[in-house]
């Protein structure tokens, strides 16, 4: 089983959608939750870093379940600038950064 | 403004020859990486420094080298060992290295074999 797994998708919806991604980890001991950003050929950036209690930013929501070992991420209201690939990132259990995992990414496509 | 410089953009290599990826940083971050990205595949790291003058191997370490002699500064050579070198290369770097901060990404260098 890989340490972090993502639907790659391609998930094409039409403008003003609601889209769901979940990204499932395999190590119990994670700490830490990130929803990264990334454009064709582009530099990964952050979207959003994932709480417990679950976090919201405008039109994006971040939900972790602990239980089940997955991730959310919810964008209400889709927009054509959305589209992207999103990253799923969660660290091994451990402090340092350079045990963070990063998924493959799923492919959001938003269509007039 | 502050950010990532990583040159360059589009990078060639033949056969047998070492190349050498730069990455610069003025964010003022003690911590940098080094990742490699396959299409469809997560970014994987290929080394790590947490301060000037140390760095230690990240997954996929073998068939690359770096160096860190100044805080600004992690070039990444990838050398004649590395038998499949074709990727985008993304520098990033963080405050300190703890696993809750953001990373900071330079537009990576896309390389491919002539």
């Known amino acids: 089983r890989k340490e972090v797994e993502q639907d790659p998708g391609p998930f094409n919806v039409p403008e003003g959608a609601t889209v769901a991604f979940n990204c499932t980890y395999s190590?119990?001991?994670?700490?830490?939750f990130f929803w990264y950003r990334q454009d064709c050929r582009k530099e990964p950036k952050l979207l959003m870093s994932v709480y417990s209690s679950g976090n919201e930013d405008g039109r994006f929501t971040a939900q972790l379940n602990r239980a089940s070992q997955y991730i959310s991420l919810l964008i209400r209201d889709s927009k054509l600038s959305d589209s992207a690939t999103y990253l799923c990132?969660?660290?091994?259990?451990?402090?340092?950064?350079?045990?963070?995992?990063f998924g493959s990414g799923t492919q959001l496509t938003v269509l007039p | 403004d502050g950010g990532i410089t990583q040159s360059p953009k589009y990078l060639f290599r033949k056969e047998g020859q070492n190349v050498t990826l730069s990455c610069e940083q003025n964010l003022n971050h003690d911590a940098m990486y080094w990742y490699r990205q396959d299409p469809g595949q997560g970014l994987r790291l290929i080394y790590y420094s947490q301060i000037v003058n140390d760095f230690q191997k990240g997954d996929i370490a073998e068939g690359y080298s770096v160096s860190r002699e100044k805080k600004e500064s992690f070039p990444l050579t990838v050398t004649s060992a590395q038998k499949n070198p074709t990727a985008f290369y993304l520098c990033?770097?963080?405050?300190?290295?703890?696993?809750?901060?953001?990373?900071?990404f330079g537009s990576g260098t896309q390389l491919s074999v002539l």
């Open positions: 990132v969660v660290n091994g259990g451990k402090g340092s950064a350079r045990q963070l995992t």
């Open positions: 990033a770097s963080s405050i300190s290295g703890d696993v809750t901060e953001k990373l900071f």
């Open positions: 190590n119990s001991a994670s700490q830490s």
